[in-house]
Nanobody, 123 residues
Framework: QVQLVESGGGVVQAEGSLRLSCAASGLTFSLYAMGWFRQAPGKEREFVAHINWSGGFTAYSDSVKGRFAISRDDAKNAVYLQMNSLNPEDTAVYYC????????????????WGQGTQVTVSS
């Protein structure tokens, strides 16, 4: 079956950096667009970043643009989220998702989801 497993979360001070990883199995990874979403306490899950199947297109939410970078390594069946200049508002559970035909901001268009990894940014 399809599995997406996130890792790399943790506790970091404001202005610090983290790199999240998402390892995929059970699917032809190179065919799938990938996304990162996050859910902060008491808030709805929101879009963070997207990369298309080829890696030739990326998109970001306004709140992370210029600070976060999404990338993929098809040889490793993995997608990454490099997060720089973190601030307390970035504290959330971060999820990766995979989809074949996605509208990159729309969560319902992604077919598979990971369990999430916690990121906590202290001030």
């Amino acid at each position: 079956q399809v599995q997406l497993v996130e890792s790399g979360g943790g506790v970091v001070q404001a202005e610090g950096s983290l790199r999240l990883s998402c390892a995929a199995s059970g699917l032809t990874f190179s065919l799938y667009a990938m996304g990162w979403f996050r859910q902060a306490p008491g808030k709805e899950r929101e879009f963070v970043a997207h990369i298309n199947w080829s890696g030739g297109f990326t998109a970001y939410s306004d709140s992370v643009k210029g600070r976060f970078a999404i990338s993929r390594d098809d040889a490793k069946n993995a997608v990454y989220l490099q997060m720089n200049s973190l601030n307390p508002e970035d504290t959330a559970v971060y999820y990766c998702a995979a989809g074949l035909r996605v509208k990159w901001r729309e969560q319902t268009s992604y077919n598979y989801w990971g369990q999430g990894t916690q990121v906590t940014v202290s001030s």
